[in-house]
């Protein structure tokens, strides 16, 4: 069964600092990878995904995860946070079933502060 | 494209009442999915749909639980007889397959705003 594991259900930085959230993932086949975002009394927004074509993946806002085999990492950063970068982040993993749709499984979410 | 579309956004009842959910998925997207997200369970996968039949329900909690899909434009999600544990947003998300591919293709989800289900 897949899963993934997010480390840090409340992370605090600094408007400016660095943001890494971080995401470790189980599977037995090669993963689909995704990072979305939640914003307060809204739905979860797609910031990127890893599908095998790169192992660094630009997202929207700035954002970008490494995809990490030997780690079995998705970790997410940014190298300048911003006070609108403030919401709820998800990881999230699917297989790689041919011709057919997958189950989509979302880590516990991090809840990313940002702090003046 | 107005993405996708969930009512009611808010929805208090008593327990006991039967809740009816729906969503309408975004047009040509041929996969649906049923979350539910808690404080203390986070974002559950209930069910979900591929071009209208349901894929996996091992999600859904137990048989008060229902979801339907009778075409490709919309899905309900009914609680029959609701009680106050199910309190939660329930979120639809749609996507459009990628078949054909070498190794499937990779589900991009596009969520509804989300149901509030208040059961007093």
């Known amino acids: 069964a897949q899963s993934v594991t997010q480390l840090g259900s409340h992370v605090s930085v600094s408007e400016g600092a660095l943001v890494l959230l971080r995401c470790n993932y189980s599977?037995?086949?090669?993963?689909?990878l995704f990072w979305y975002v939640q914003y307060p009394n809204q739905g979860l927004q797609l910031l990127l995904k890893?599908?095998?074509?790169?192992?660094l993946v630009k997202g929207i806002n700035g954002f970008e995860a490494e995809f990490k085999k030997s780690e079995t990492s998705f970790h997410l950063t940014k190298p300048s946070a911003h006070m609108s970068d403030a919401a709820e982040y998800f990881c999230?993993?699917?297989?790689?079933?041919?011709?057919?749709?997958?189950?989509?499984?979302f880590g516990s979410g991090t809840r990313l502060s940002i702090r003046p | 494209d107005a993405g996708v579309i969930q009512s009611p956004r808010h929805e208090v009842t008593e327990m006991g009442q039967e809740v009816t959910l729906r969503c309408k998925p975004i047009?040509?997207?041929?996969?649906l999915f049923w979350y539910r997200q808690t404080m203390m369970r986070g974002l559950e996968l209930l069910i979900y749909?591929?071009?209208?039949?349901?894929?996996?329900d091992s999600g859904m909690p137990e048989d008060r639980f229902s979801a339907k899909m009778p075409n490709a434009s919309f899905s309900t999600l009914k609680i029959q007889p609701s009680e106050p544990r199910d309190s939660a947003v329930y979120f639809c998300?749609?996507?459009?397959?990628?078949?054909?591919?070498?190794?499937?293709?990779?589900?991009?989800?596009?969520f509804g705003a989300g149901s509030r289900l208040t059961v007093l």
């Open positions: 999230a993993v699917s297989d790689r079933r041919y011709s057919s749709a997958s189950k989509i499984i």
């Open positions: 890893y599908t095998s074509a790169a192992t």
């Open positions: 599977s037995s086949v090669p993963p689909y």
């Open positions: 998300a749609s996507s459009a397959m990628a078949i054909g591919l070498a190794g499937g293709g990779a589900n991009v989800l596009t």
């Open positions: 047009s040509g997207h041929n996969s």
């Open positions: 749909f591929n071009n209208n039949v349901p894929i996996d």
